[in-house]
């Protein structure tokens, strides 16, 4: 699963201490529920498109709200998850922290060359804004 790849990135970026260690878990707890709320929202998204029917635009429009609303509370415990490990990280782990931040960008902006995307492929983007 790719998101097995990124926490595995960033944590070998960090080199956590021993003490650093004891932090992680909530962090990698928090990545992954962000990422399985993500499938589980495509997913329904796949449902819901494959079915015939007219389109009703104030559903739509509460449908969106309740998916901001959820994603916004799932970035809200993962900056909290993160606050600790960021705390305690040296000036040499936030860096690394940054690199790879900066190479997730990096193939975010790729793959928007290459197909479109849309709002929901913000994994990339969140650990973006966390890393600045």
């Known amino acids: 699963m790719l998101t ?15 003490d650093q260690e004891k932090l992680w878990p909530a962090v990698e707890e928090a990545i992954r529920a962000r990422a399985e709320t993500r499938y589980r929202r495509l997913a329904t998204l ?9 389109v009703d635009p104030v559903q739509l429009y509460r449908q969106r709200a309740d ?8 970035l809200r415990k993962l900056a909290d998850a993160w606050q600790p490990l960021y705390q305690s990280l040296t000036p040499d782990q936030k860096t690394r922290l940054r690199l790879v931040t900066v190479h997730a960008i990096e193939g975010f ?9 849309d709002s929901d492929d913000e994994e990339e983007i969140d650990l ?5």
Do not use: C
């Open 4 to 18: 097995d790849i990124r926490v595995g990135a960033i944590k070998a970026a960090l080199q956590l201490t021993p």
């Open 67 to 74: 998916v901001l609303t959820e994603r916004a509370a799932g």
């Open 128 to 132: 973006w804004i966390f890393a600045h």
């Open 109 to 117: 902006r790729a793959a928007m060359e290459n197909r479109r995307m």
């Open 46 to 54: 796949g449902e819901r498109m494959s079915q015939p029917g007219d």
